[in-house]
């Protein structure tokens, strides 16, 4: 039977009476650190998706906005709102 240990150069690996390793405390960061780097992630992800619906949202509204420069704004603004929104789902 094969053992396979992966190690991380930031966690302590300890060595049972058998012959097994156990890695324990793989977390990089403190949980007071990771709560707050969530929340900021959080409000940045609301204000981005909040800010470039309301550019949407005018100039999709108004006909008088559609011009070619705001047309280059809200190809803009709709690739910053999947941004915001897909990148949420890849990033753990």
Known sequence: MYTVV???PFSRSFQSADGNSTVVGTHLLPV???VLLIGVYVAVVVVSVG?????????????RMRTV????????AVAD????TLRTVCIS
């Open 6 to 8: 992966f190690s991380c």
């Open 32 to 34: 007071y650190a990771r």
């Open 51 to 63: 800010g470039n619906s309301l550019v949407i949202g005018a100039i999709a509204a108004e006909r």
């Open 69 to 76: 420069t705001n047309c280059f704004i809200l190809n803009l």
């Open 81 to 84: 709102v999947l941004m915001a």
